[in-house]
Nanobody, 117 residues
């Protein structure tokens, strides 16, 4: 079993940047079995949505709303997935989660991102 812990959220002004991290821990066998990883977010009153995903080979895909502003990357040796978020907008405010892609049941606590002046 793998545990995923998100960090790096906070309060930022519109146009600012944040870098989120997702660290995996647990069974090495389970960690090595993970291929694609994703960042998801859930804003108040909205459904959770995929923000960005990255495969083991490094291929990426992004939600249209964040393309060109967010970058997902992965340090496979440390099994850490990052989400660099630039040019943040108030509509990016949400709790951000990481999970496999497609996601598996069970979510961590996430990390809150608030974009506000």
């Amino acid at each position: 079993q793998v545990q995923l812990v998100e960090s790096g959220g906070g309060l930022v002004q519109p146009g600012g940047s944040l870098r989120l991290s997702c660290a995996a821990s647990g069974s090495i066998f389970s960690i090595n079995s993970i291929n694609a990883m994703g960042w998801y977010r859930q804003a108040p009153g909205k459904q959770r949505e995929l923000v960005a995903a990255i495969t083991g080979g490094g291929s990426t895909n992004y939600a249209a709303s964040v393309k060109g502003r967010f970058t997902i990357s992965r340090d496979k040796a440390k099994i850490t997935v990052y989400l660099q978020m630039n040019s943040l907008k108030p509509e990016d405010t949400a709790v951000y989660y990481c999970n496999t892609y497609p996601f598996l049941p069970g979510w961590g606590q996430g990390t809150q991102v608030t974009v506000s002046s």
